[in-house]
């Protein structure tokens, strides 16, 4: 089971960091990723990371603004976001994988992750 949390209103410019916590079957997956549908939008994959080795992908848009984490003492993976803007709200969703594997040469939209949590909404709005 994959729950988020950490979503909520924030004034463009601002930070939220979102949370996922694994538990169950998901605790020995290997790649979590991060991924955010907006109303009338395709699904995005937002960014990626291998639980062995912490090795991560950004979608172009938000690279340098998003960070993406993991505690494996804590079974937690993080999506740390600074510099919002109106174009990054919407409901953000955990996803993971116990066989995938996160690379820069693959689209994080394009992995077929076997688990998702139920999403968190984020809205950056003055």
């Known amino acids: 089971q994959l729950v988020e949390s950490g979503g909520g209103l924030v004034q463009p410019g601002g930070s939220l960091r979102l949370s996922c916590a694994a538990s169950g079957s998901t605790l020995d997956y290997h790649a979590f990723a991060w991924f955010r549908q907006a109303p009338g939008k395709e699904r995005e994959g937002v960014s990626c990371i291998n639980r062995s080795d912490g090795s991560a992908t950004y979608a172009d848009s938000v690279k340098g603004r998003f960070t993406i984490s993991r505690d494996n003492a804590k079974n937690t993976v993080y999506l740390q976001m600074n510099s919002l803007r109106p174009e990054d709200t919407a409901v953000y969703f955990c996803?993971?994988?116990?066989?995938?594997?996160?690379?820069?040469?693959?689209?994080?939209?394009?992995?077929?992750?076997?688990?998702w949590g139920q999403g968190t909404q984020v809205t950056v709005s003055s």
């Open positions: 996803a993971g994988d116990p066989d995938l594997y996160c690379d820069s040469g693959q689209a994080i939209a394009a992995l077929d992750f076997h688990s």
